[in-house]
């Protein structure tokens, strides 16, 4: 873990006001005519050798979120801040097509569907091997060795180095998959849904593993989930997404114990409870989750909230501190009693 020498943990990555909006074309002339709102107006901060947990129901826009960090897709606007070197930071959006090359090295991603993320036509040695051929970091006997070092961190058998996909379990090629992620060397992974295509017996095994490499090669990550268990088992923060938006973040404990935000207490009333003798109603939550793009007025969870009131249709909560480092974007949330999860 990095630390800035009076025990906080320095910034790796500073999002502000990032927004990611797909236009809607209409017509022969393919005039736009609106927008979906993915990411809309997100600020977030992640720190060296933290894992960020990120979750909201499926469309929130939280894989956007993930793939405009890495410029996998462009941001329509804000800036993305990431460290570098100890004493730099460079704005991800303004760097050129070399540049950005470079720097792909130090942040990678590992894909959600372990069947489709790997060529079925290139053995394990290519898949692991290219990034370090394409990046010029080894070659040859060196490139071998390299991918066997990989290969035995993420738990596989070097002696299947000839291997192609197929022959492989979903577990084993999600292990693949990280290997090649880790073969740059990167400081920084996003981790879009790693385990949700895996069976159940194996996605602890997965989380184990991801943990164990997230010291040994000191990682940090985003880690996408719309499972609040998969997140609690992962994340030292977690950020809620809702419509585009974040809607809270906090330490993880903090978060389950005592949410600032009716959304977030709606997604833990849900979860299942290890001790059948506790009582926590589950929040039905009425209604679809709103069109991004046509979000309703002020607050975008007002349709479906059941603490709603007349200012929550009016205007736009803002993103506040409620307690230190526990962010919340609610009229209410220091009023509110709401119920967590223990
Ligand atoms: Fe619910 Fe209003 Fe808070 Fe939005 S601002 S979460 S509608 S109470």
Redesign the pocket.
């Known amino acids: 873990m990095n630390d800035s020498g009076n025990g906080k943990r320095i910034l790796l990555l500073e999002i502000r006001s990032l927004k990611k909006y797909f236009p809607i074309e209409k017509g022969f002339f393919r005039k736009v005519v609106g927008n979906i709102k993915a990411v809309d107006g997100v600020n977030l901060s992640i720190k060296e050798g933290e894992s960020l947990g990120l979750v909201g129901e499926s469309g929130c826009g939280k894989t956007t979120l993930g793939r405009c960090i890495l410029r996998a897709i462009e941001p329509t606007e804000g800036s993305i801040f990431f460290r570098l070197t100890d004493d730099k930071m460079v704005d991800l959006t303004s760097l050129g097509k070399k540049s950005l090359r470079a720097m792909r090295r130090y942040a990678q991603m590992i894909f959600q569907d372990p069947y489709s993320s790997l060529d079925p036509r290139m053995t394990v040695l290519d898949i692991i091997g290219e990034p370090l051929f394409v990046n010029n970091i080894a070659k040859g006997k060196e490139l071998e060795d390299r991918v066997r070092e990989l290969v035995k961190a993420v738990g596989l058998n070097v002696k299947h180095l000839k291997r192609y996909p197929h022959a492989f379990s979903g577990g084993q090629r999600q292990r693949i998959g990280i290997a090649r992620a880790l073969a740059t060397g990167p400081k920084f992974i996003v981790a879009d849904e790693p385990v949700s295509a895996l069976d159940v017996s194996v996605q602890a095994e997965m989380l184990n593993l991801m943990q164990d490499l997230q010291e040994q090669f000191h990682l940090t990550y985003l880690f996408i989930s719309h499972d609040l268990s998969v997140i609690e088992h992962i994340s030292d923060r977690v950020a809620v997404m809702y419509v585009g938006k974040l809607?809270e973040m906090a330490e993880t404990e903090e978060l389950f114990l005592n949410p600032k935000?009716?959304?977030t207490e709606a997604l833990l009333s849900a979860l299942p409870k290890p001790d059948p003798d506790l009582k926590m109603e589950r929040i039905i939550l009425r209604g679809e989750t709103p069109n991004p793009a046509s979000p309703p007025s002020?607050?975008?969870?007002?349709t479906r909230?059941k603490?709603?009131?007349e200012?929550?249709r009016r205007r736009e909560?803002a993103w506040e501190e409620v307690t230190p480092e526990h962010f919340s974007?609610?009229?209410?949330?220091k009023e509110?009693q709401l119920t967590g999860v223990s």
Do not use: R, T, V
């Open positions: 809607m935000n009716p959304y002020g607050c975008y969870f007002h909230c603490y709603a009131k200012i929550c909560p974007a609610c009229h209410f949330a509110l």
